[in-house]
């Protein structure tokens, strides 16, 4: 995520920041109920923000199933003991600031014995559902949505959950998020905007980044709209009016990178390093003269791929958007980007597309187990966005890196140590430059010949993974061969901003 909440950080801290850039982003066949979220908040006002996790074992529900993965940065998300494997989205949207109705498929492998499916939804109301085409009993309680099937699901079984819900996606409240987050819309079409925990305003599932899983989806829409979602286009069809859109990708991926949107989009096409697809879709008072901007991405991809290897997804593109101009979001192979950024300093988009362009290594293919770690996304792409800003001639590296260090040396002070945020403060400056900061010190500490290498092992080593700080710290010390214990535990875990390695 590319976050103007950066900007209220600064500003509370007393930072100021030089050069473009500084503020950086970021159907079932039986029904047994039919239940309306009743506990829910039903405030829509719009306005939007950004393997296993930790061995904590998540709340159980009264059938002993687990109800979350235990995650203290978002408590009461995802859940333990499922797999999900794939996620099969049938959507209709008849208007794109109106209702959604929508069937999903959701294969999932049983991990422990099951007495009941639990999954993450806010409001909307749930038709029908079937496990295995066989009817359960439905309940509701609060963002918890239970299926209980008439015998416990055997651990190690994989089994189809079918669920049918509709109604007007209602935004999610996330204290770390800018704003509302989930399924937004604007008079020029709606997008998703789901970091940390906004998918479940508009799809049944379990909503935490521990479990990636494969995602396809089609899409309903009147013709004289696009529709537009992660992955390649893989089929498309007009009939009575209607068009629809049929979305696949073969990358894993974390519920909150979703990206679909149905609106004014026109699509435009390019070709990327390698013959790769890139597809952007773009607002239509979008002007030819802002458009020329995106024409950077192929340039953006091959420069990355000489330090971090291959990009690792099956395409790319921007959503632009007339999304609120907050933030940047990574969604995967299909960056948010708002319009209103295409329309100001073309330095500053530059730097802010980069950012997002590099998650897809880092946050994307390669996803964290735990929110905690987070850093290892925003780092990862504020370093990138660094050294894409000096190849550019935007700003030069070293003044980044004084600009990084004055804001990180106050991020300390204020929100502690990089690798265990507070709940309220997973996007802080002190994860983005502060852990800009960090990869820069660990440079100079490594050497940039085992430091570009960790960096292109990192992304191929994990790609369709989920990682963790310690496996970084692992790796490092398998390429280096040296004990980088004190060196972590220096930069990720004090109190206070180290001073640069002097080597």
Not at 76 to 85: P, W, Y
Request: hydrophobic share 35%.
């Amino acid at each position: 995520m590319a976050s103007m909440v950066i900007a209220a950080a600064l500003l509370v801290s007393g930072c100021t920041s030089s050069g473009d850039g500084a503020i950086q982003r970021k159907g079932p066949a039986s029904t047994t109920s039919s239940l309306p979220d009743s506990d829910q908040d039903q405030d829509s006002s719009d306005g939007e923000g950004g393997s296993t996790s930790s061995p904590t074992d998540g709340p159980l529900d009264g059938l002993g199933s687990p109800t979350s993965v235990g995650d203290p940065v978002t408590p009461g998300a995802g859940a333990e003991g499922i797999d999900v494997l794939s996620y099969d989205l049938d959507l209709n949207v008849a208007d794109p600031q109106g209702p959604i109705s929508a069937t999903v498929l959701i294969t999932v492998k049983a991990e422990q014995e099951l007495a009941a499916l639990n999954l993450d939804l806010h409001g909307l109301t749930v038709e029908s559902a079937t496990i295995d085409d066989l009817p359960v009993d439905v309940s509701r309680d609060g963002d918890e949505l239970s299926l209980k099937p008439k015998s416990p699901i055997p651990q190690d079984t994989e089994f189809v959950a079918a669920i049918s819900y509709s109604g007007d996606p209602n935004p999610v409240e996330d204290p770390s998020a800018p704003g509302v987050i989930g399924w937004l819309d604007r008079e020029s079409g709606s997008f998703v905007a789901a970091e940390p925990i906004g998918t479940k305003a508009f799809l049944p599932s379990n909503d935490h980044p521990s479990d990636k899983a494969l995602f396809s989806f089609t899409i309903t829409a009147p013709e004289n709209l696009t529709a537009i979602a992660n992955g390649v286009l893989a089929e498309k069809l007009t009939e009575n009016g209607m068009t629809s859109w049929r979305y696949t990708q073969s990358d894993p991926m974390a519920t909150y990178l979703i990206q679909i949107a149905v609106g004014d989009y026109d699509l435009i096409e390019a070709t990327g390093p390698r013959g790769m697809q890139i597809r952007h879709a773009v607002v239509r008072n979008l002007s030819e003269e802002q458009r020329t901007l995106l024409d950077q991405t192929a340039a953006q991809i091959e420069f990355f791929e000489t330090l971090f290897g291959p990009y690792p997804l099956d395409t790319y593109g921007l959503l632009v958007a007339d999304s609120s101009p907050e933030f940047a979001l990574e969604t995967q192979t299909l960056t948010l980007m708002p319009a209103s950024w295409l329309r100001g300093n073309t330095d500053e988009f530059s730097r802010v597309a980069a950012h997002e362009l590099a998650h897809q290594w880092y946050g994307d293919s390669i996803t964290p187990s735990s929110w905690s770690d987070i850093w290892l996304n925003e780092s990862f792409a504020t370093y990138a966005e660094w050294l894409w800003a000096d190849h550019a001639g935007i700003q030069p590296l070293e003044d980044s890196i004084e600009e990084g260090k004055q804001v990180a040396e106050e991020g300390r002070g204020i929100y502690g140590p990089i690798d265990d945020p507070r709940p309220t403060e997973i996007f802080s400056i002190n994860v983005y430059y502060g852990g800009g900061y960090v990869l820069h010190a660990l440079r100079l500490e490594i050497g940039d010949e085992q430091f570009f290498e960790l960096l292109r092992r990192w992304a191929a080593d994990n790609a369709g993974d989920n990682v963790s700080t310690e496996d970084f710290e692992a790796l490092a010390a398998e390429i280096t061969g040296s004990d980088l214990t004190d060196f972590f535990e220096t930069w990720l875990r004090s109190d206070s901003l180290p001073a640069l390695p002097n080597k």
